[in-house]
């Protein structure tokens, strides 16, 4: 499974962003898919995951109420919309992949992406 991310940049504090992860490779769309992020000297940290049917999903408590994560099996893809980012919010941002759970911890999932940057300037 190959994932790429897309969709990451600079925005102002309490502006919004949409990333992308697009998948390719068998079983793409039939496990869960996360998003992760680490910022500069920081553990990495969950963001959200979304089951394969996008019936079931869980949030960080960071992000809980600004975030949403959906998916477009169809289209092989996960979205991540970030609404009322905040400067704490800058990091490079990871899709994940390959979970059968719905997991907040990164050693579920086997395949990650290479990472997008995302920075909220104040």
Known sequence: ???VESGG???QAGG???LSCAASGPASSRS???WFRQAPGKDRDFVAAISSNGGNTKYGDSVNGRFTISRDNAKN???LQM???KPE???VYYCAGGSQLLSPWGKYYPYWGQGT???VDS
């Open 77 to 79: 893809t996960v979205y």
């Open 9 to 11: 940049g600079l925005v």
């Open 89 to 91: 919010d800058t990091a």
């Open 117 to 119: 940057q995302v920075i």
């Open 16 to 18: 919004s962003l949409r």
């Open 83 to 85: 609404n009322s980012l």
């Open 32 to 34: 869960v898919t996360g």
């Open 1 to 3: 499974v190959r994932l």
